[in-house]
């Protein structure tokens, strides 16, 4: 009981504190569309695409380097955050598009797991309490965005529908778009 309660405790921490780059890429979900049944689903295909990366991790399989990881996921946000502003130019399907970027994600982690399970003889219990804490994290930032729009009353104005949560993802962009470039200099 102990290992479930402390690999759920780290999948939490991997997003909320410590996963600024996990949270932006919530944010801007969120700022896609907030009603629940979308925002749930998005959530869980982005939690078994990185359940998928983490078990292909621990089962032995080659990933790329974080060093090449990490550039892709800055990426996948400035992604979301550009098809936000400019969805009618974006014809892909949303959860398909969480699903890989969701594999992404667990590339970027798949080093540290690897290190903190590779000689676990049980993987299921530990990435499945592990996974379990990134959703109930998600859930959480999900759920904080949700109370501050929805009882601030900013859900129904025009003015956030058409202009705030536009830029709100532009500002997420450029977050990530520096992100980015960061990441990639330490490649040159």
């Known amino acids: 009981m102990e290992e479930i309660r402390l690999y759920i405790l780290l999948g939490f921490e991997h997003v909320f504190p410590f996963g600024s780059d996990h949270v932006l890429f919530i944010v801007s979900l969120f700022l896609f569309k907030s009603n629940w049944k979308d925002l749930l689903a998005q959530s869980v295909v982005f939690t078994l695409a990185h359940s998928i990366s983490l078990l292909l991790a621990l089962l032995g399989l080659p990933f790329p380097s974080s060093l090449w990881v990490e550039p892709i996921i800055a990426l996948s946000i400035v992604y979301t955050s550009l098809e936000n502003v ?37 993987l299921f219990i530990p990435l499945f309490s592990f996974n379990l804490g990134i959703e109930a994290a998600q859930l959480f930032v999900l759920l904080l965005l949700w109370v501050m729009i929805h009882t601030s009353g900013l859900s129904k104005l025009t003015l956030y529908q058409e202009k705030l949560s536009k830029a709100m993802s532009l500002g997420i962009g450029l977050i990530a778009s520096y992100w980015f470039l960061e990441r990639i200099g330490h490649l040159l």
């Open 86 to 122: 400019f969805p009618k130019y974006f014809v892909l399907n949303r959860l398909a598009i969480v699903g890989i970027f969701g594999l992404f994600h667990g590339l970027g982690f798949a080093g540290v797991i690897q290190q903190l399970l590779g000689g676990s003889e049980s």
